[in-house]
């Protein structure tokens, strides 16, 4: 036993991570539909008057109640075990998102997308991340990089999928949540009878106020708030999600409206694939190297994590300054190749200084501070195109990597020595 917990056979926790990248999948190709058939939908709307911002009212909500959420679901995943959270969660979007397929107003994409799917959803991150970094110790950061990958593919893949199934005619987008949401409550099915049963913190031998009473929830906290550095991580991811939610909600209309006889399709393939395939090659290549220079050199995960955030800043104003539709998909392909610098980084800068059996609390966190801050972008970048103009919209985004370098700079500087914690020997998991 080590911390109350058996070790494992060395293959289950690949197979793991086979079962979360999956899950992981579904969780951001479905936060992909709506801004993938995004257009289709306007169209089938029009007749409701419905305006730009209250469209982007729905991925408001969707981001609002991730993150109010999200650190429920990271307490419950360390408190009430992380299986069966993440099951939960995954059943819960998953019909959250086959009922938007029913939705015939802004009321309802609301409900079902904006409220129930993000309900579910916020459920998966924080018992994913806590189950990684339990069975993959030296492993960690090339394990969180491939679950990390499940984003880009996961985007890439549902906006051509969405995009060419809302070209076939009138109400052709309902089946795009059909299928997906179906498809998900499968595969929570699946992780059911697969994944292994994961102990709360009472049976894992802890004390009883730490597993029953406020004293945990407490601790959880503080294992997070009393470090300044995992505080100033959270902020800046916070910057970073706020530009990430508006651009990606908005930049399938951007380019349809901006640049001539670009379909619905190829703008909802085009806007995200150059972007997820520069993350996905990049966040894989610098993952590997923090695994190999990681032990070395204790700060370099939060300073590339900070170097990620400064590369963000000038192709973002040029996709905000693209005069032709292939200069755009360049500038999302290098916007990509910066997202992955720093999302290779993000978590594990962020484990750096929190205790193991409070990661998934400290990602709950660290999403209910991000997704607050960030759950205006959709619906300012809305009301921002119709007032003013999409583009300014997408370059007043680089302000926030800004603020987003600065808030990591100073943990760098300031923090994070006195904040990072003793790794544990190789091969003990908590």
């Known amino acids: 036993m080590v911390n109350g917990e058996q070790r494992v056979g060395a293959g289950y926790k690949w197979r793991l991570l086979g079962f979360l990248f999956v899950a992981f999948f579904l969780v951001m190709g479905t936060r992909q539909l709506y801004n993938a058939v995004l257009p289709q ?255 070395r050199r204790s700060r370099i995960r939060l300073e590339v994590a900070a170097l990620g955030v400064i590369l963000c800043i000038v192709p973002m104003l040029w996709v905000a300054k693209s005069g032709s539709f292939v200069s755009c998909c360049a500038a999302l392909l290098v916007l990509g190749l910066s997202f992955g610098v720093y999302e290779a980084a993000n978590y594990p800068a962020m484990f750096d200084c929190i205790e193991p059996r409070y990661r998934s609390a400290a990602t709950g966190i660290t999403g209910c501070l991000a997704f607050l801050l960030a759950s205006p972008g959709p619906v300012v970048l809305g009301w921002m195109g119709e007032h003013l103009s999409t583009r300014l919209g997408f370059a007043s985004l680089a302000g926030f990597y800004i603020v987003g370098a600065i808030l990591l700079a100073v943990a760098l500087f300031y923090f994070f020595e006195r904040d990072r914690i003793i790794q544990l020997p190789k091969g003990v998991v908590s």
Request: proline share 2%.
């Open 41 to 295: 939908i306007k169209l089938e709307f029009a007749e409701y008057g419905i305006s730009d911002a209250q469209f982007g009212l729905v991925g408001s909500v969707f981001t609002a109640t991730f993150g109010i959420l999200i650190l429920a679901s990271g307490l419950a995943a360390d408190f009430l075990g992380r299986k069966r959270v993440l099951v939960a969660g995954t059943f819960l979007f998953s019909t959250g998102v086959f009922f938007t397929g029913f939705a015939g107003g802004i009321v309802a994409l609301i409900l079902f997308y904006g409220v129930m799917n993000a309900a579910g959803q916020c459920c998966v991150a924080p018992a994913s991340y806590g189950l990684l970094s339990k069975y993959h110790t030296d492993t960690r950061a090339t394990a969180l990089a491939i679950f990390q990958a499940a984003v880009y593919c996961g985007v890439i893949l549902s906006s051509l999928f969405g995009g060419k199934v809302a070209e076939l005619g009138d109400g052709s987008w309902k089946w795009v949540f059909w299928i997906m949401g179906a498809f998900g409550v499968l595969w929570a099915l699946v992780m059911a009878i697969g994944l292994k049963p994961e102990p709360t913190l009472g049976e894992r031998g802890l004390s009883h106020d730490v597993a029953t009473g406020k004293a945990s929830v407490r601790e959880a906290f503080a294992a997070m708030l009393r470090k300044p550095t995992a505080v100033l991580i959270a902020l800046a991811f916070g910057c970073f999600t706020y530009a990430r939610m508006g651009l990606l909600l908005w930049i399938a209309v951007f380019m349809t409206t901006a640049f001539r006889d670009v379909r619905v399709s190829s703008a909802a393939l085009h806007g995200v694939l150059w972007l997820n395939v520069g993350a996905l090659v990049s966040c894989l290549v610098v993952a590997k190297a923090l695994d190999r220079f990681g032990a």
